[in-house]
């Protein structure tokens, strides 16, 4: 054990010291990008410049972008509310019945709840963890509080492959995939217009997938929580970071006297137009749904942000408490913002020159077909190192995945899923997203790895087991 404790922190500081900031490695790959684009091919300083510009700005990906900031922010803001803030109290006591299951039931809501929305499980996992780690403290229980944090985190492992999922969501918008990549309009059988969800997320291999990451990992959890008992940890306590005081700091002030107090912390506002927001969404659910009744066309990131949108306005019940929770959940949407077109401009390199051919093809010629899903998931977990952000990773690799399709016959949403599946396997070995659950417990990132590693190991084997056998 002292030689894993070793290991781990000089882990923890390699991240910290060879691994800059992602805003740092998006510019690099940029340059990595502009570089191969201009000596592997025939086009000019200029092309090559003229692709990333029109990449950078690109209206449709600054959209997605956008699509994908909202839909953290309202995830993480639905996560402060009133109502979810009492269904975590209920699995908090649901989890300490048995100290045994306690990592388990957190890593089991939070990948539930992260399998629904990456946002959402991201911050209830964290407020979850703490307040077992809390109980646990208070009660004087054997449980290991860096367990419990990594159980919390287990919501990245699922997000991809749920209804949050970038990639999937986006391409069932209608004109993405031409978006990404116009040269597939004249294949002899053009692009896709769109791929609904009910092609990639709600498949029954992408359920049974899924599923079975999630029994692996609470199997996983309910067998550490046998072995690993509690240890004296250097938990910095920042209640600020706490969700249920969070929550507290924007409950409503009662006695409101003047009229624009009566409209902020009122009910009848937020309520009225929540339920237009949620009424809306389902009557378009219901009005595609008598068009085509296995679709899922309507499943698109403006519906799920919708959904959100009005069910944060109905949980908060007033203008003033959902304004407030926007306030402390839009910090975690600041890397998105900035990062995104930068990665929108490699995007623009890749299509824009000839570059999407030659990775495409290195690709094909080391694979075969039914090789292909494993080795886009292998190249995606890969990229998840370095670009840290699913959205901002399906423009990158997008192309590429669409290309490499195409010319070994294999149908895109698998190989759409199998950059997701990579995509969320390593968020167990990149800490980039358990910052916020680092803050919110006091823990540190040597404190949760060895069981996010374990984690990674017990997944990465049903994922590559899964990806052989639907090749």
């Known amino acids: 054990m002292p030689k894993l404790s070793v290991w781990l922190e000089a882990y923890s500081r390699g991240f910290q010291r060879f691994l800059p900031s992602?805003?740092?490695?998006?510019?690099?790959?940029?340059?990595?990008?502009?570089?191969?684009?201009?000596?592997?091919?025939?086009?000019?300083?200029?092309?090559?410049?003229?692709?990333?510009?029109?990449?950078?700005?690109?209206?449709?990906?600054?959209?997605?972008?956008?699509?994908?900031?909202?839909?953290?922010?309202?995830?993480?803001?639905?996560?402060?509310?009133?109502?979810?803030?009492?269904?975590?109290?209920?699995?908090?006591?649901?989890?300490?019945?048995?100290?045994?299951?306690?990592?388990?039931?957190?890593?089991?809501?939070?990948?539930?709840?992260?399998?629904?929305?990456?946002?959402?499980?991201?911050?209830?996992?964290?407020?979850?963890?703490?307040s077992v780690i809390d109980r646990s403290r208070s009660e004087k229980l054997d449980i290991n509080p860096g367990l419990v944090g990594a159980a919390g985190y287990m919501g990245l492992l699922v997000w991809h492959s749920g209804l949050s999922g970038s990639a999937p969501l986006k391409v069932a918008e209608p004109g993405h995939l031409l978006s990404i990549f116009p040269k597939g309009a004249n294949w002899s059988t053009p692009l896709e217009e769109a791929i609904s969800i009910s092609r990639t997320v709600f498949t029954s291999w992408n359920f049974i997938i899924t599923l079975t990451v999630i029994v692996s990992v609470v199997l996983l959890f309910i067998f550490l929580g046998s072995r690993v008992g509690s240890k004296e940890m250097d938990i910095n306590i920042n209640d600020e970071e706490n969700g249920e005081n969070k929550v507290d700091s924007i409950s409503e002030n009662s006695g409101a006297?003047?009229?624009?107090?009566?409209?902020?912390?009122?009910?009848?506002?937020?309520?009225?137009?929540?339920?237009?927001?949620?009424?809306?969404?389902?009557?378009?659910?219901?009005?595609?749904?008598?068009?085509?009744?296995?679709?899922?066309?309507?499943?698109?990131?403006?519906?799920?942000?919708?959904?959100?949108?009005?069910?944060?306005?109905?949980?908060?019940?007033?203008?003033?408490?959902?304004?407030?929770?926007?306030?402390?959940?839009?910090?975690?949407?600041?890397?998105?913002?900035?990062?995104?077109?930068?990665?929108?401009?490699?995007?623009?390199?890749?299509?824009?020159?000839?570059?999407?051919?030659?990775?495409?093809?290195?690709?094909?010629?080391?694979?075969?077909?039914?090789?292909?899903?494993?080795?886009?998931?292998?190249?995606?977990?890969?990229?998840?190192?370095?670009?840290?952000?699913?959205?901002?990773?399906?423009?990158?690799?997008?192309?590429?995945?669409?290309?490499?399709?195409?010319?070994?016959?294999?149908?895109?949403?698998?190989g759409i899923m199998a950059m997701a599946y990579g995509d969320q396997w390593t968020n167990m070995l990149q800490p980039f997203w358990a910052l916020p659950l680092l803050g919110i417990t006091g823990l540190k990132a040597r404190d949760i790895l060895p069981y996010t590693l374990a984690a990674m190991m017990i997944s990465g084997l049903v994922f590559i087991i899964s990806l052989l056998l639907i090749a």
């Open 22 to 130: 992602p805003f740092a490695i998006a510019l690099i790959l940029t340059a990595v990008a502009f570089t191969c684009a201009y000596f592997s091919g025939s086009e000019g300083f200029e092309t090559v410049l003229k692709a990333w510009s029109n990449g950078l700005w690109n209206p449709a990906l600054m959209r997605f972008g956008f699509q994908a900031m909202f839909m953290l922010v309202l995830g993480h803001v639905l996560a402060l509310s009133a109502p979810v803030s009492k269904f975590l109290k209920r699995v908090v006591d649901l989890a300490m019945q048995n100290k045994q299951y306690a990592a388990a039931w957190v890593a089991l809501f939070a990948m539930l709840l992260g399998w629904v929305n990456w946002g959402l499980g991201l911050v209830a996992g964290a407020l979850l963890a703490k």
């Open 257 to 414: 006297r003047s009229i624009a107090e009566i409209i902020d912390k009122g009910k009848i506002l937020a309520w009225a137009f929540g339920f237009v927001c949620t009424g809306t969404a389902i009557w378009l659910a219901v009005s595609s749904y008598g068009e085509s009744a296995t679709s899922l066309g309507f499943v698109t990131p403006d519906w799920i942000n919708l959904i959100l949108l009005g069910f944060a306005l109905l949980a908060h019940g007033s203008v003033s408490n959902l304004v407030n929770a926007l306030d402390s959940a839009i910090g975690g949407a600041s890397g998105i913002l900035l990062q995104f077109p930068i990665y929108f401009g490699i995007m623009g390199i890749v299509t824009g020159t000839g570059l999407a051919d030659i990775l495409s093809g290195a690709l094909v010629s080391v694979t075969t077909s039914n090789t292909l899903p494993l080795a886009i998931f292998g190249s995606s977990g890969l990229l998840n190192i370095f670009v840290p952000s699913g959205g901002g990773q399906w423009a990158v690799q997008g192309p590429l995945v669409i290309e490499s399709c195409h010319a070994m016959g294999i149908s895109l949403e698998k």
